[in-house]
């Protein structure tokens, strides 16, 4: 029997007609496993996963195939999306196991949950090196039937093996801090983090620089936003042109490929090759928040039209496509559409100039097919995907669209909205929608636009009624109801979203001047550190003291394609603490900063968000209050990039910010030292740029 059906996740419920007995992860599979005397079969995917949904077609929706699984295994269905936590720790057996990982992942766990034989996607029959995943169950099977022994001791091995990745923050901690931890402080010592740290993260970073294409690396290649943030974040403290140069070289060339929608905005997950041209086409919530800040701040520090131009096209995808009614943000969107990866975006010759001419005339047709670099043979599959060709001396073409240009931008867009849609997986997210909730309270805040200002507001309030029980615990993931159910959130959240709600109850707060939202902060802030703070080593656990009990406790430290709860917990504490004046926030970031400090400077591409904190910490925060109905001197500093800055206004809140200071003035602050009453905005702007 299928157990799919009454699930939130859509993932899970995309496979609830399977002729596959699956189980969603619990108690009552386990509880099977062990009565059957079966191994469990885990399987590991989400929604806009293309390969999930390959071996989902060829092995899961087969009915012989399905009738191995039954017969011979526990067959647990998990969305890696809703539950984090268990892909972390399967994830890291497979990667042990194989030297690589990735999804759809496919892991063979004794009655008890441990892991002891693992891998990723497995065809239906066999391809080369690759065994056919009927072959490799049969094996299996072998093994537990004919060597029950031998499956233990490799299980063992690997809970222990998974156990030490799990503890690496632990022993840098222990590095870093020495005795403050065994003498069991919550807080210890805190070690040194000065400036040069940042100086030689800035040298890694362009080590690394892909100095033709931009980004990081080859193929496939990621859009790392958080080092190119943090790129950004050096050159404002140092002004080395060639960090700038680094980050404006990986923006131009992403905003010109095909992994930027040029049609609808936003962006694909990554490039398949190194030149950004071909995406794997589907669009993920949390990298569209990631570069939206990423091209908000670079607009901001540079004044460059175009990043003010993919900003506003990232937000207005967004805004349009993956939102709730009631101001939620949905997940993603597939890959595919009509079973085809990537059907839904691209176009040919004959049809693109027949969309325009009907539309805009025949000389936006020609414009349109020059400034696309449309061609008859195509360069995908015999279709075009959509982008401005780099010209022959690599500099990077114009992205501003002549009026000709947009005209045909319109009807293609206008058309293209007829196509059958890719998937939507229209689950809620707190972790991905408190990216997304700061960076649009960022542009909100940076550009003034009343709408954003709007779609930020509606969104915390979304998040606060939809996602915290009456008791004040947060939960993961929400899911709109429908005529069979109702509307419903599940799973409690982890530190990432506690950590990720920390950040954007902040910015919300400095967008809109309302104190509740620093009171939601300080909130989310308490439950953080109650529920997922380590006293022995310092950091966050992933899984709260709560949660369910697992084959390890996962405890993340790098950055990955979202930011750890590590980083995340460090910049939000960091900035809450100069908000309020809670030291005990300030304290346990630093303490998180510990965790991390020498290795982020040195390996700044898997530390992007934590070198954030570094800077920080490095360099000390301004605390800005403007007290009193003062929107010109509220709008100088929103204006302005000022990642080492926090801002108090409008409805006082219990902080020294606001203590003793007549109203019409504002104060700026750093390292325990104010400078003067700022009156006007001139006088203000000064006194930032110090």
């Not at 369910?548 to 405890?555: A, D, G, H, N």
């Not at 403007?626 to 809140?653: I, S, T």
Request: hydrophobic fraction near 40%; proline fraction near 5%; aromatic fraction near 10%.
């Amino acid at each position: 029997m299928n157990r799919l059906s009454d699930e939130t996740s859509p993932y899970l419920r995309q496979h609830r007609d399977n002729p596959v007995d699956w189980y969603p992860w619990g108690p009552e599979a386990f509880a099977e496993a062990v009565e059957r005397d079966r191994p469990v079969l885990l399987s590991v995917g989400y929604s806009s996963c293309h390969w999930c949904h390959v071996m989902a077609h060829e092995s899961f929706e087969d009915p012989d195939t399905a009738a191995v699984m039954n017969r011979l295994f526990v067959n647990v269905k998990v969305d890696r999306e809703e539950r984090p936590d268990v892909d972390a720790i399967y994830m890291d057996s497979v990667q042990a196991m194989t030297g690589r990982g990735g999804w759809p992942m496919t892991v063979f766990l004794t009655p008890d949950g441990r892991p002891f034989f693992g891998g990723t996607y497995y065809p239906d029959r066999p391809r080369g090196q690759m065994a056919s995943f009927r072959q490799v169950m049969a094996a299996i099977d072998e093994a537990w039937t004919n060597r029950r022994a031998d499956v233990h001791a490799q299980a063992d091995q690997l809970v222990a093996l998974i156990d030490r990745t799990s503890s690496t923050a632990t022993s840098l901690s222990q590095q870093t801090t020495g005795d403050a931890i065994g003498a069991g402080n919550a807080i210890g010592a805190v070690g040194a983090v000065e400036a040069g740290m940042l100086d030689g993260a800035g040298d890694a970073i362009l080590a690394s620089f892909d100095s033709e294409w931009g980004g990081f690396g080859g193929a496939p290649k990621f859009p790392a936003a958080m080092t190119l943030a943090s790129a950004l974040r050096i050159y404002h403290r140092s002004s080395r042109e060639a960090l700038l140069r680094a980050v404006r070289t990986s923006l131009d060339a992403m905003a010109s490929g095909g992994i930027y929608d040029h049609l609808g905005g936003g962006f694909s997950r990554y490039s398949v090759d190194r030149r950004w041209l071909v995406p794997h086409f589907e669009k993920m919530l949390y990298d569209n928040a990631l570069l939206t800040r990423v091209y908000l701040h670079a607009w901001m520090v540079t004044g460059e039209p175009v990043y003010r131009q993919v900003v506003d096209e990232t937000i207005g995808y967004v805004l349009r496509d993956l939102r709730h009614g009631d101001g939620g943000f949905y997940s993603a969107e597939d890959a595919d559409s009509e079973g085809v990866e990537g059907k839904f975006y691209v176009w040919s010759e004959p049809e693109l100039r027949a969309v325009v001419h009907n539309a805009a005339g025949s000389e936006a047709a020609d414009a349109a097919v020059a400034w696309w670099g449309v061609t008859t043979a195509g360069n995908f599959e015999g279709a075009n995907i959509l982008n401005r060709p780099v010209r022959g001396d690599l500099m990077r073409p114009d992205l501003i669209r002549p009026e000709e240009v947009e005209a045909a931008r319109e009807a293609l867009f206008v058309c293209r909205e007829s196509r059958v849609r890719p998937g939507l997986d229209d689950k809620v997210l707190t972790e991905w929608n408190a990216l997304m909730l700061s960076a649009l309270a960022e542009a909100a805040a940076a550009t003034g636009d009343p709408q954003w200002r709007a779609a930020a507001l509606a969104n915390g309030e979304f998040l606060v009624g939809n996602l915290r029980r009456d008791d004040g615990r947060w939960l993961r993931s929400w899911q709109a109801g429908d005529a069979d159910r109702p509307a419903q959130a599940r799973h409690l959240a982890y530190a990432h979203d506690y950590a990720a709600l920390i950040d954007a109850f902040t910015r919300l707060g400095e967008l809109s001047g309302q104190a509740r939202w620093i009171g939601e902060a300080r909130a989310a802030a308490d439950g953080l550190l109650e529920l997922f703070w380590d006293d022995q080593a310092g950091g966050v656990f992933t899984t709260g003291n709560d949660a369910e009990k697992l084959v390890t406790r996962p405890k993340d430290l790098m950055d990955n394609a979202t930011p750890s709860a590590q980083s995340l917990a460090a910049c939000g504490l960091l900035r809450l603490a100069a908000l309020t004046g809670e030291s005990r926030y300030d304290e346990h970031a630093r303490r998180i900063v510990d965790l991390f400090s020498s290795t982020a400077a040195q390996h700044p591409t898997a530390f992007g968000r934590a070198l954030e904190a570094l800077d920080l910490v490095a360099g000390g925060i301004n605390e800005i209050a403007v007290v009193g109905d003062r929107p010109d001197l509220v709008a100088a500093v929103q204006a302005r990039y000022l990642p080492d800055a926090v801002l108090a206004w409008g409805e006082p809140y219990d902080s020294p910010l606001w203590q003793d200071r007549p109203e019409g003035f504002a104060y700026v602050c750093r390292n325990f030292a104010c400078q003067s009453p700022a009156a006007t905005p001139e006088n203000l702007i000064t006194q930032l740029q110090v």
